[in-house]
């Protein structure tokens, strides 16, 4: 039997009179990447925001690592990490300044966190410059660090919400293999997209068109 990470059933979000997610069924199961493919303004981030517990939905219901959700929404909290569209880090702060930052806002101790962000660094390839400010780097440089920030508190499941708008080709591919090791590792993935050769890569798929799902499965190679 499948196990699922996500479970939503005839979620609607309104906004006012507008519905910008109308009636969604979506099953995520355990350990795979699924992704959200649409265009603009159909309704990903909106989506996110609802399964995450950000929004309360209008209507529906939403099972998240079998937490009723937005009633469970704090105990959610620790268990997922949630990469936001927009880079959401402290320009300010040094690259490891930024995950002490978030290793704390998780209740890491301190020993743990010091090691943590060590193994963080090398993994996404940021050791050389742990002790350079933010605002300079780059975007690929900065969607690594974003990653890096998301999975500090080793989540099992992780949304993903356009990761790679700001990455050239070379860096997304990357980033890519960095999303396959942490599914192999046992995480669940849930990631919106724009581009269809990361679409092809999910392991599941779903296309969502004005608040809609419109075809959901496996994507065809
Ligand atoms: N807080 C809000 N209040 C009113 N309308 C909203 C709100 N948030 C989103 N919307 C509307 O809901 C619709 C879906 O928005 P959403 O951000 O979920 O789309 P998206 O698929 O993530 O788009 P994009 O690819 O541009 O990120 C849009 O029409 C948007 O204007
Ligand atoms: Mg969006």
């Not at 992704?35 to 529906?60: E, M």
């Not at 050389?128 to 690594?144: A, E, L, N, P, T």
Request: glycine fraction near 10%; hydrophobic fraction near 35%.
């Amino acid at each position: 039997m499948t196990e699922y990470a996500i479970r939503a059933e005839n979620v609607v979000k309104r906004f006012g009179d507008f519905a910008a997610i109308n009636n969604i069924t979506l099953n995520v199961p355990k350990g795979s990447i699924y992704g959200f493919l649409g265009p603009n303004g159909c309704g990903k981030s909106t989506t996110i925001r609802v399964l995450t517990g950000l929004l309360h939905p209008s209507d529906g219901k939403v099972d998240v690592l079998g937490l009723e959700i937005p009633r469970q929404s704090e105990l959610l909290r620790l268990k997922i990490g949630y990469m936001t569209q927009k880079f959401s880090l402290y320009d300010d702060l040094s690259v490891e300044e930024n995950l002490e930052f978030i290793g704390q806002i998780f209740g890491m101790p301190r020993s743990e966190l010091k090691v943590r962000i060590n193994e963080q660094l090398k993994t996404y390839g940021l050791d050389q410059r742990r002790k350079q400010r933010v605002g300079g780097m780059s975007g690929g440089q900065k969607q690594r660090l974003s990653l890096a920030a998301a999975t500090m508190h080793k989540p099992e499941l992780l949304f993903l919400d356009e990761p790679t708008s700001a990455v050239d080709p070379e860096n997304r591919r990357e980033f890519w293999e960095q999303l396959f090791d942490l599914s192999d590792q046992g995480t669940t993935i849930l990631v919106t997209t724009h581009y269809m050769d990361e679409a092809e890569r999910c392991h599941r798929l779903a296309i969502m068109e004005s608040g809609e799902i419109r075809a959901d499965g496996e994507p065809e190679t």
